[in-house]
């Protein structure tokens, strides 16, 4: 079964700190994964997907397939950070459709 | 441009009744998808529609719930003999086809309370 895990509701870390927000998956083939990220107030928003190996706002996420992870790492926590994020995988239908994990609440406290 | 909208942005109706959920697309997105979002929970897919065609409605609960979308733009969620556990927040996405890669672009919701 296709399943998205992320261990962690809260995260509180202090500005300036390293963030790590963990992801795991289950998936028995090959699968694009997906962080979102919602900000207070505002509309679910692609962060970043694995396959771009891009950095946005100075986020990234390696995809681990041997440990099947996909955790997103920020080396310095700012206050805007703050948010609720969702890793989301894509499996092979060729739908898109998204299956997500139950979210983690990041705060970034001054 | 203009995002994702959704309409009603709440609504609250009594058990038992129907309700319909409404979504309009970005202009030229013909791939549209709708979730579900319980309090404390992340989204949960229900269906994706391609076109006017409901490619994929492996994620509706039951028979209660039903979607169109008719001229392949707007799309409406139908909900009948509404339950208390139908509450939750209702997104809407839709993504431009690109070969390989769908980023999916989503509404701000319509949360559906059944008292």
């Known amino acids: 079964a296709q399943r998205v895990t992320q261990p962690e509701k809260l995260l509180s870390v202090f500005k300036g700190a390293p963030v790590e927000l963990k992801c795991n998956y289950s998936?028995?083939?090959?699968?694009?994964l997906f962080w979102y990220v919602q900000y207070s107030r505002q509309r679910l928003q692609l962060l970043l997907r694995?396959?771009s190996r891009e950095s946005i706002k100075g986020f990234t996420a390696d995809l681990n397939k041997g440990e099947t992870s996909f955790h997103l790492k920020k080396p310095f926590a700012q206050e805007e950070d703050s948010a609720m994020y969702y890793c989301?995988?894509?499996?092979?239908?060729?739908?898109?459709?998204?299956?997500f994990g139950q979210g983690t609440t990041l705060q970034v406290k001054p | 441009g203009a995002g994702v909208s959704q309409t009603p942005s709440n609504k609250v109706t009594e058990k038992g009744k129907y309700v319909e959920l409404r979504c309009d697309p970005i202009?030229?997105?013909?791939?549209l998808y709708w979730y579900r979002q319980s309090l404390g929970q992340g989204p949960e897919f229900l269906i994706y529609?391609?076109?006017?065609?409901?490619?994929?409605d492996s994620g509706l609960p039951n028979d209660r719930f039903f979607a169109v979308r008719p001229e392949g733009s707007v799309s409406t969620l139908k909900i009948q003999r509404t339950e208390r556990g139908d509450s939750a927040v209702y997104l809407c996405?839709?993504?431009?086809?690109?070969?390989?890669?769908?980023?999916?672009?989503f509404g701000p919701g319509t949360r559906l309370t059944v008292t």
């Open positions: 996405a839709s993504s431009f086809r690109l070969a390989g890669y769908y980023e999916q672009y």
């Open positions: 998936y028995s083939g090959s699968p694009e």
């Open positions: 694995h396959i």
């Open positions: 989301a995988l894509s499996g092979a239908s060729n739908t898109g459709k998204l299956i």
């Open positions: 202009s030229g997105h013909t791939a």
């Open positions: 529609f391609q076109g006017t065609g409901a490619a994929d």
